[in-house]
Structures are given as structure tokens and as C-alpha cells.
T-cell receptor, first 117, second 117 residues
């Protein structure tokens, strides 16, 4: 783990509430990825962001989910009006793309486990 | 679209013995990375080993090595001298190296490794 921080580590919400998950990438990393892991499954890509830009959101559900990575501060994954099916572990990863190439490794945070009652 | 398949939901190995975890993938790209990640009960994603597709030499990290067969699209992980601390879920992952791109990881469904004392 190269220092990606996520908070909270555990989040409990009732159906219909909003969930906000935060991710602070490794210092100097300007690329953030969010993944979702449903129980007993692998991680599934949700969204890829650079500072102030969403690059690829092809894995995001069309409704209720949004993500941002502002110029200052952490990346936020927001889930509005949560339902039981949103219960999962949400992982953030960050990377830095070396100059002139596409060679990088994503460093993962410890994840946020969301439980919807 | 790329896919990653792990056909072994669960494997067991005796302590100090060797075990091989299987992974196959499908892609039409020529340049990519392959990874093995370990996920212990803490759920932290830990990078075990990484392989660059353009390198013919199999990657090795201490007790962990891979057998990368590019033509067969196979990427197995061998763990030698298994230790109790190796018990975890292991995920195989693919990432394109084509520039430009989103570089999202595509994960398999995982193999749960049990180490028997």
C-alpha cells in the first residue's frame, strides 16, 4: 500500500439516505479509480477521474451514483438514496502516469465497507 | 472487451508445499499488464506480482512466480514454500497498456487459498 487513504472504513446507512465515500490518493498522484466489490465477487471498475475531470464512467450505474475529484481535496464517491443492493466494499486506487508512457501501477486504499439497512 | 477468468473458486495447500493458481484472459490487444493481487481478511488489496506482456521472461518475487503463456492467454501464479500468512483471496487482473486509455483493471472472480498446518 503506497498510502491511499479512504474514509470512513465502515459506513452504515438506512435505505434512502446518502452515502459519501472519500479517497485521498498517494501524494502526487493525479489519477483516481473507484471499484466496487460485491460479497464473494471480484472488484468491478466504476469510474476513472483526473483532477477536475471524469475520464471514464462506463462502470457507474446511471442513476444515484456520482463521483468527483476536485482540484483541492479528496475524491468523493456519492451514492444518493441508497438501496440494500448498494451494500459492498468500495475501493479507491490512485496512480501516476510516468512522463511519456502508459506504464503505471494502481495503488489501492483499504476500502470502505458500506452496509445499507 | 477484455475478460479475466479464474476457474478455481478455492484451493488448499499444505504448509511448506507448492500451489499453482490458474488465470486465463481474453484480449485482442498486444500490449498489456497482468497482475496478481492478494486480499486477506482485512480486505486490503496487496500487489503480489506484475507481468508486462512484452516481456517473455516470467516475473518472480521471492516465493511467488508466474507462468505467462501469451499465446495461450494464460497467467498462473505459483506459490512455493507456502506459509500460513499466504491464506487469502487471490485475484488475477488485466490492464491495457495502449496509449491513450483509461487503464482500468479488469479482475477475475478470485481464488480462495487455504493453507493447512
Amino acid at each position: 500500500n503506497a498510502g491511499v487513504m479512504q474514509n470512513p472504513r465502515h459506513l452504515v446507512r438506512r435505505r434512502g439516505q446518502e452515502a459519501r465515500l472519500r479517497c485521498s490518493p498517494v501524494k502526487g498522484h493525479s489519477h483516481v479509480y473507484w471499484y466496487r466489490q460485491l460479497p464473494e465477487e471480484g472488484l468491478k471498475f466504476m469510474v476513472y477521474l483526473q483532477k477536475e475531470n471524469i475520464i471514464d464512467e462506463s462502470g457507474m450505474p446511471k442513476e444515484r451514483f456520482s463521483a468527483e475529484f476536485p482540484k483541492e481535496g479528496p475524491s468523493i464517491l456519492r451514492i444518493q438514496q441508497v438501496v440494500r443492493g448498494d451494500s459492498a466494499a468500495y475501493f479507491c486506487a490512485s496512480s501516476i502516469i510516468p512522463r511519456g508512457g502508459a506504464r503505471d501501477t494502481q495503488y489501492f486504499g483499504p476500502g470502505t465497507r458500506l452496509t445499507v439497512l | 472487451a477484455q475478460t479475466v477468468t479464474q476457474s478455481q473458486p478455492e484451493m488448499s495447500v499444505q504448509e511448506a508445499e507448492t500451489v499453482t493458481l490458474s488465470c486465463t484472459y481474453d484480449t485482442s490487444e498486444s500490449d498489456y499488464y497482468l497482475f496478481w493481487y492478494k486480499q486477506p481478511p482485512s480486505r486490503q488489496m496487496i500487489l503480489v506480482i506484475r507481468q508486462e506482456a512484452y516481456k517473455q521472461q516470467n516475473a518472480t518475487e521471492n516465493r511467488f512466480s508466474v507462468n505467462f503463456q501469451k499465446a495461450a492467454k494464460s497467467f498462473s501464479l505459483k506459490i512455493s514454500d507456502s506459509q500460513l500468512g499466504d491464506a487469502a483471496m487471490y485475484f488475477c487482473a488485466y490492464r491495457s497498456a495502449i496509449w491513450p486509455g483509461t487503464y482500468k483493471y479488469i479482475f477475475g472472480t478470485g481464488t480462495r487459498l487455504k493453507v493447512l498446518a
